[in-house]
């Protein structure tokens, strides 16, 4: 898994979860210092996970999937990705979702 190398990957509704934490961050708690910098946390989150996407615990869902759940924890906030492997010589990280760890996560994923 150490020597996989991972392309990366986001689903369009990653970047709607993001738009909206960043626009309620932004706009309505009027922090826009913190929004930027929520922005850099996800993104360097992301990028530090890429080398080793496979070496953490996969998130442990009722429903079955083709490929399993990971979660990066990021604040209040958690990113869930998938690997896929399709092709061995270059597996995909693909980000999926970002919810707040607040939300019914078992409805959004």
């Not at 991972?6 to 708690?29: G, Q, T, W």
């Not at 930027?36 to 996970?49: A, L, Q």
């Not at 979660?71 to 990705?81: D, K, T």
Request: charged share 30%; proline share 4%; no cysteine.
């Amino acid at each position: 898994m150490l020597n996989s190398k991972y392309k990366l990957r986001y689903l369009p509704v990653f970047y709607e979860d993001l738009e909206k934490a960043v626009s309620y961050i932004a706009v309505s708690l009027k922090n826009i210092e913190a929004a930027n910098s929520f922005i850099n946390d996800v993104e360097k989150s992301i990028k530090n996970r890429l080398p080793v996407a496979e070496s953490f615990e996969q998130y442990e869902s009722h429903k079955e999937r083709r490929y399993p759940y990971y979660r990066i924890y990021v604040g209040n906030f958690i990113i869930y990705y998938v690997v896929i492997d399709e092709d061995p010589a270059e597996k995909v990280m693909e980000v999926r979702r970002l919810l707040y760890n607040k939300q019914n996560q078992k409805k959004h994923i």
